[in-house]
Each structure stands twice: as structure tokens, then as C-alpha cells.
């Protein structure tokens, strides 16, 4: 089992930047991919960004050249950076991570842009 937790969310205004981070703890060993999803009032979860175990990287268009996934050096670690905010990156962003046969989702921060 991996379990993850995220910090780093907050109010921010427009323009300004955050930084998302997110902790596995468990069996690390076995986590392939991890990333970064969100999910707006009213709308679906939706992928942000994601970061596979070799090393590519796979974003929304909508964040593309504002944010940055990033994976720390005891790999156990995922960052967000994100620049460049807009009121419409509002929600609670999620860490996912793939491990062996499963799927572990955080518990979500949220990230709130103001305009």
C-alpha cells in the first residue's frame, strides 16, 4: 500500500505562484508514476500534470509553459510549481501516484486564485 499526502495550497492572486507538494509514504518502492490532478466546483477531475517513473512528463494544455511537475531526489516526492496562476486553475489539486497493481489518490489541497 502507498499512502500520499499533499501541502502547499492556499490563496493566491492572479499571476502569483504555488507550490504543491506531495509525500508517499508505504511501499515507495513500488510506485512507478505520480502526479497531479484537480477538480473544480462543479466539474470533473481532471489530469494536470503527471510524471512517469523515466522520467516524461505529460501536461494539460491549459498549464503548459505555467507549470512545472517535479520529482524529488528520494523519489518519494512530487512538486507542482505553478506559476503564472489564473482564477480559473481554482480547485483542489490531487496527487495520484501509481504502484504495482494499484492507484492511491491524497486527499487534496486546494488552490484558491483570486482576480
Do not use: H
Not at 512507478?32 to 505529460?58: C, F, H, I
Request: aromatic share 8%.
Amino acid at each position: 500500500q502507498v499512502q500520499l499526502v499533499e501541502s502547499g495550497g492556499g490563496l493566491v492572486q492572479a499571476g502569483g505562484s504555488l507550490r504543491l507538494s506531495c509525500t508517499a509514504s508505504g511501499s515507495i518502492f513500488s510506485i512507478s508514476d505520480m502526479g497531479w490532478y484537480r477538480q473544480a466546483p462543479g466539474k470533473q477531475r481532471e489530469l494536470v500534470a503527471m510524471l512517469s517513473s523515466g522520467g516524461t512528463t505529460n501536461y494539460a494544455d491549459s498549464v503548459k509553459g505555467r507549470f512545472t511537475i517535479s520529482r524529488g531526489n528520494a523519489r518519494n516526492t512530487v512538486y507542482l510549481q505553478m506559476n503564472s496562476l489564473k482564477p480559473e486553475d481554482t480547485a483542489v489539486y490531487y496527487c495520484k501516484s501509481l504502484w504495482g497493481v494499484g492507484i492511491t489518490w491524497g486527499q487534496g489541497t486546494r488552490v484558491t486564485v483570486s482576480s
